[in-house]
Structure formats: C-alpha cells, structure tokens
C-alpha cells in the first residue's frame, strides 16, 4: 500500500513539474514553428561585435549598454498561426520564473507585457521580457551584468 502512495505522488509531482514552463522550454518549443523568428547571439558572438564597436567606433560612440550585455535571445511569434499565438500566450501566463524578480508588469485589454531580472551582487545577470497579445507575441532574454541604471534607461528608452 505503502509503495503504491509514494509511486501515486512521484507521478503527480512529475505531472505538476511538467505542466510548469521555463524560458528555455518555450523557445526550444517555439523556435521552429512556421513563421517564427528566432535570434540566438552567443557570448562569442557579442564578444566579435563588442571588439568590432571597440575597432570602428570613437569613444564617444561606443554603446555601453552593448558592452555590458553577453548573449540575447529573441523568439518571435507575430507572424505565426493564431493557434500558436494563442498556445504561446497560454504557456507564458504559466511561466515559472524561480530565482527572478519581477521588474515591471504591464496589462491592457488585450495586451500582456513582463520583465523580471535575476540579480546577484545589486547587478541584473538575466533579463526576460515577455509579451504577448494584439498583435505581439515576443520573448527575449538578455545574459550580462546590467546596474539598475542601465534597465531604468532601456525602460525609458523610446
């Protein structure tokens, strides 16, 4: 009896832990879809562009910001069926963002938008930004040793 409670409840966590999302887990699903654009810049990569912007630009023209950031991640859905569309907003009002801190949420009628950070030592080193509806239906994340200086001006940014 005793065994078949322990094996009743391993197979109710395995359920629970496979209904709960992750950022990886929605772009790996995602990524391949019809129409979806989707953009992996790895730390290599950066690290050519930030040499690049170091080579070809005077001081005064070096983006900070860019020097700061290590990876980006952008997954695009506006171009895809509804159906994805709708599966997509439907995994990321369940995203389990564990370690993270909520930075911004913004909500209208039809239009959902998040951003939450992972910070260690007062600097931001993950930054997810999520929205979906209306149109929109994007998902980035963004890998570096950001200040919240630098979030406020991208926040601000227009």
């Known amino acids: 009896m005793m065994k078949k409670i322990i094996v009743a409840m391993a197979l109710m966590l395995g359920f629970q832990m496979s209904q709960a999302q992750t950022v990886n887990g929605i772009f790996r699903e995602f990524r391949y879809k019809e129409n979806a654009e989707y953009v992996n810049v790895p730390k290599i990569l950066m690290d050519v562009v930030k040499w690049a912007q170091r080579r070809t630009l005077e001081a005064e023209e070096i983006n900070p910001m860019v020097e700061k950031i290590n990876s980006v991640e952008v997954l695009d859905l506006t171009e895809c069926d509804k159906r994805v569309q709708e599966r997509f907003s439907t995994k990321v009002e369940k995203l389990k963002m564990n370690g993270y801190e909520p930075l911004m949420a913004m909500n209208d009628d039809e239009t959902h938008a998040k ?44």
């Open 115 to 158: 951003i939450w950070a992972k910070i260690e030592d007062e600097k931001a080193t993950d930054i997810v930004i999520v929205a979906s509806g209306n149109g929109t239906y994007v998902l980035c994340s963004f890998k570096g040793e950001l200040s919240m200086s630098d979030i406020q001006k991208l926040v601000e940014r227009k």
